[in-house]
């Protein structure tokens, strides 16, 4: 049985700010149990919900010294579908109202996680043969294992991998500070370790020191590789390209099935959807105050609103797209640009535009049941979980060819009636507008078209199983 343990900043259905969450919280219950023991170890955060925080087991607690004073680690654990979560413990760092909030503390509080989360594992006697890392939150685990943790018996051998989510984000600060926190010596401060153009950079740790980095798509892991998706990594991430593979997501099919789906309308399923998905539809356009019109084009988007999801070419284009026959239906929070742009829309076409400036599962899966298609126009995008949910839910995404969504979306040809979605190769608003135009037509004009899309689309399979098979074969690889 070979042990892996999963270290990283949130999992669903404990905590979750994206799609880094999907994944930690779906991947390790989708490994074969006959050869892996996968656990998992997060931050007990105060604002996860209640009734979750409170069914933790407490295990234990210890001390570590820490930025010059004695800290408290807390230990908690609780079994979810077969798989082990643990929490590490400490009111200070992670008592706030939001997983992450300023920077600098920020910074502070992962380090203090990443060692807190190593001194754990001889603490609850789990010795894992390697430890998968995710993001700049656990940069330093991979720096740790080769320094203070490599010299006892316990950690000595424990391979390491580490995830690229997004690159954008990677914990920097400057050296001083980052030095003071890891306790590392200046030795890993130069421009071949932890230094980035000046700065100390944790997610440089992880790239540096793990023994094999993945990302999660094919497409992305080549376009990390040159200076305009690279974040100052490409040179970096070219030196390792040997030790980087793209490995595509996956999402979980048990939860995101319109079968079965608790959270919205009217459930569904590839055979029906023609009779059964339209009175999802008809329900959200009730719920949110919308004429209720079959004929009305229901276009969804749901996500951090942010610069790398491409709204600035929505943003552009926003009053084309909100045609008399469309629909527009957002949800998401974030820069508050858009946020304001967005609820500026829905004041000025009440009828057309719906902006729900604010996070909701619930919501969320009734938009990916009830839309028609779904916009995700991202400047960059490592592999984008919202499309797969929406080929799964038969809403057909319209998505800008990079990093995930070119490998998960295959565009409509309608000469060979191949495709499941809409597809556009240029970050530029009109090339945008071009393909929603081109969808609303083939939604309008070639109805047969576009159902027979959905039934490619809802045929796809993005579950786990493939992926999962993947990473199995790295850890293999590494652990030997
Ligand atoms: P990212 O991780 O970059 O945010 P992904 O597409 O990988 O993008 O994952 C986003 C995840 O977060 C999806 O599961 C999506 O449904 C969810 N999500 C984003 N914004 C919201 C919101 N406001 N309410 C509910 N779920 C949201
Ligand atoms: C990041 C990326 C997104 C990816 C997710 C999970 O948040 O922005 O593209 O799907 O991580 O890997």
């Not at 509080?109 to 789990?126: E, G, H, R, T």
């Not at 070219?238 to 789906?261: C, H, Q």
């Not at 919205?264 to 004429?291: C, H, M, T, V, W």
């Amino acid at each position: 049985m070979k042990k892996i343990l999963f270290v990283a900043s949130e999992a669903v259905p404990f905590i979750k700010t994206g799609g880094l969450a999907d994944v930690v919280g779906s991947l390790p219950k989708y490994l074969d149990k006959r050869y892996f023991d996968a656990r998992v170890i997060l931050p007990k955060y105060m604002c996860m919900r209640e009734d979750i925080r409170n069914s933790l087991e407490y295990i234990g607690a210890f001390y570590i010294d820490y930025a010059g004073t004695r800290k408290y680690v807390g230990v908690l654990k609780k079994e979810l579908d077969g798989v082990i979560f643990y929490f590490i413990d400490n009111e200070e760092y992670f008592g706030g109202p939001t997983p992450y909030g300023d920077w600098l503390y920020d910074i502070e509080k992962f380090i203090f996680f990443s060692q807190a989360a190593l001194c754990a594992l001889p603490f609850v006697d789990f010795r894992p043969d390697l430890i998968h890392c995710h993001d700049w939150q656990t940069g330093l685990v991979p720096v740790y294992l080769k320094d203070r943790f490599a010299g006892g018996e316990f950690f000595r051998g424990i391979k390491s991998v580490f995830t690229i989510h997004n690159l954008k984000f990677q914990g920097t600060w400057d050296v001083k500070t980052i030095k003071y926190f890891s306790g590392l010596s200046d030795y890993y401060f130069t421009p071949d370790k932890l230094e980035a153009f000046k700065d100390g950079n944790l997610l440089k740790g992880g790239l540096v020191y793990a023994d094999a980095i993945t990302t999660v798509s094919k497409t992305y892991a080549n376009e990390i590789q040159n200076p305009f998706y690279g974040e100052g990594m490409d040179g970096l991430l070219r030196a390792r390209k040997n030790d980087l593979r793209g490995i595509v997501n996956g999402i979980d099919y048990n939860e995101f099935n319109p079968e079965t789906d608790k959270l919205i309308y009217n459930n569904y399923n590839s055979k029906n959807f023609r009779k059964e998905k339209i009175k999802n539809k008809r329900a959200l356009q009730n719920d949110l105050g919308f004429p209720v019109d079959d004929r009305k084009f229901m276009l969804a988007i749901v996500s951090r609103l942010t610069d790398q999801k491409g709204l600035d070419l929505v943003e552009y284009m926003m009053d084309q797209i909100c045609d008399e026959n469309t629909q527009l239906v957002v949800l998401g929070t974030g820069d508050p640009r858009y946020e304001n742009m967005f609820r500026h829309y829905a004041w000025k076409y009440p009828d057309r535009v719906s902006a729900n400036i604010y996070y909701s599962e619930d919501m969320s899966h009734k938009m990916y049941a009830a839309a028609d298609a779904f916009l995700m126009p991202s400047l960059f995008e490592p592999c984008g979980l919202s499309q797969l949910m929406s080929l799964r839910y038969g809403t057909l995404p319209i998505v800008r060819e990079t990093g995930g969504l070119c490998d998960t979306v295959e565009s409509y040809n309608e000469f060979e009636s191949k495709g499941t979605g809409f597809s556009f190769a240029n970050y530029n608003a009109h090339e945008m507008m071009d393909r929603i135009n081109f969808a609303r037509h083939i939604y309008y004009d070639k109805k047969r078209e576009w159902n027979k899309m959905i039934d490619r689309a809802m045929a796809v399979d993005f579950s786990w199983k493939q992926s999962a098979l993947e990473y199995q074969a790295l850890y293999d690889w590494l652990i030997g």
